[in-house]
């Protein structure tokens, strides 16, 4: 296998390997925060989705408006694409410092259509593909259709 192959099946295989820690990581913040979103309602974040947008035509967009009660902090907005609401498919994560009180944040996946994906969307302090370490959770979890 030449060099170029090999160094693309690298890339692929450490995707793949993010997606799923990533993947993992959202489903233990949820978990740690009580195993239940009904739960995370009681509970006080310092950042709130105050409002999400799904557009599926031409692919999947979503814009998520985050608000914050304090200013300067840097944020973690990930978006997971989820098939039939269970299925994880792909995600994205958008940093940014929050340096106003209310910031729109936009993800896009393209190449997926129809009405059973959704999106589901969380504010982290931080994310990585480390599997020890979690990130934790700056505002209750909204998922749009």
């Given amino acids: 296998m030449?060099?170029?192959?090999?160094?693309?099946?690298?890339?692929?295989?450490y995707?793949?390997?993010?997606?799923?820690?990533?993947?993992?990581?959202?489903?233990?913040?949820?978990?740690?925060?009580?195993?239940?979103e009904d739960i995370m309602d009681?509970?006080?974040?310092?950042?709130?989705?105050?409002?999400?947008?799904?557009?599926?035509?031409?692919?999947i967009s979503v814009e998520a408006k985050v608000s914050a009660s304090e200013l300067g902090e840097n944020v973690i907005v990930v978006f997971k694409l989820?098939?039939?609401?269970?299925?994880?498919?792909s995600i994205?994560?958008?940093q940014g410092e929050m340096d106003e009180y209310e910031k729109t944040y936009i993800a896009q996946f393209l190449g997926?259509?129809?009405d059973e994906?959704?999106?589901?969307i969380l504010v982290l302090d931080e994310i990585d593909v480390s599997t020890d370490r979690i990130g934790k959770a700056l505002s209750k979890p909204v998922t749009v259709n």
Avoid: C, W
């Fill in 117 to 120: 994906y959704s999106v589901k």
């Fill in 112 to 114: 997926y259509q129809g």
């Fill in 42 to 59: 009681d509970m006080e974040f310092m950042y709130e989705i105050t409002s999400a947008e799904i557009n599926k035509i031409g692919g």
């Fill in 82 to 89: 989820l098939k039939d609401d269970t299925i994880p498919i």
């Fill in 92 to 94: 994205v994560a958008v």
């Fill in 2 to 13: 030449n060099t170029k192959k090999k160094s693309t099946h690298r890339i692929i295989a």
């Fill in 15 to 36: 995707l793949v390997i993010s997606f799923m820690v990533i993947s993992t990581q959202m489903t233990l913040v949820s978990a740690e925060s009580g195993g239940s």
